[in-house]
């Protein structure tokens, strides 16, 4: 059964126009991620949360907001999408697996940007 | 700043051989991790590297940890075409419980 679930899978969007990424988990862990990850690219860490504590990377665009309105879900919101925020979106928690924490990601939403 | 860095970036084998790939990360780190992905998919945990001289091995694959190298490789024995994919490390910054990733191996397995 997934863990973390994303919606949508594929979303497309014109230049400037807002989206919204929805994850949700099922394993109650305190700490949700969303990474970026372009094409033939590392995944790249935008922001965390820890409870409600909010941790945005030092060199992630203001164009990229976050929320998280309980435990279970976390949103991206992308204020005005750029042909460069084309990528797939990676929302994470933890997990505990052979006898330690591992970051376990849902599918992804991919966004394309027209 | 944590730096991690894999190679080969691309590697092409043929099925039956044996090959290494290596990650290298610039901070002390005693947490590592390996993912595969498959095209248009997301990330799946292989291993979980949690202390110098860790060895984990599953079917094919096999990686391990030298802290004090600062180095991780992950051993392919035997490749088969379904290795094919890319192959991330991944390193736990000390303060913990973010990750940096390498720039990942994309693997493809010739019959």
């Known amino acids: 059964d997934a863990m973390v679930i994303q919606n949508p899978r594929y979303q497309v969007t014109q230049f400037g126009k807002p989206v919204t990424l929805s994850c949700s988990q099922t394993l109650n862990h305190n700490v949700m991620y969303w990474y970026q990850q372009k094409s033939s690219q590392a995944p790249k860490l935008l922001f965390h949360y820890y409870d409600k504590d909010f941790n945005n990377e030092a060199d992630t665009p203001d164009n990229f907001q976050s929320r998280r309105p309980n435990t279970s879900f976390c949103f991206l919101d992308i204020r005005s999408p750029g042909l460069g925020d084309a990528a797939m979106y990676l929302c994470?928690?933890?997990?505990?697996?052979?006898?330690?924490?591992?970051?376990?990601f849902g599918a992804g939403s991919r966004l394309t940007v027209l | 700043e944590l730096k991690v860095e894999q190679n080969p970036l691309f590697l092409s084998m043929q099925e039956g051989k044996n090959y290494t790939i290596y990650c290298n990360y610039s901070?002390?780190?005693?947490?590592l991790y390996w993912y595969r992905q498959d095209p248009g998919k997301s990330l799946e945990s292989l291993f979980v590297?949690?202390?110098?001289?860790a060895v984990k091995q599953e079917g094919r694959l096999m990686a391990s940890l030298d802290t004090k190298a600062r180095l991780s490789t992950l051993h392919i024995t035997a490749a088969v075409h379904d290795l094919s994919a890319t192959y991330f490390c991944a390193v736990d910054i000390p303060s913990g419980s973010r990750l940096t990733f390498g720039e990942g191996t994309q693997l493809t397995v010739n019959p």
């Open positions: 901070t002390t780190s005693d947490r």
């Open positions: 994470a928690t933890i997990r505990w697996q052979a006898g330690a924490n591992v970051l376990t």
């Open positions: 590297l949690l202390s110098n001289g």
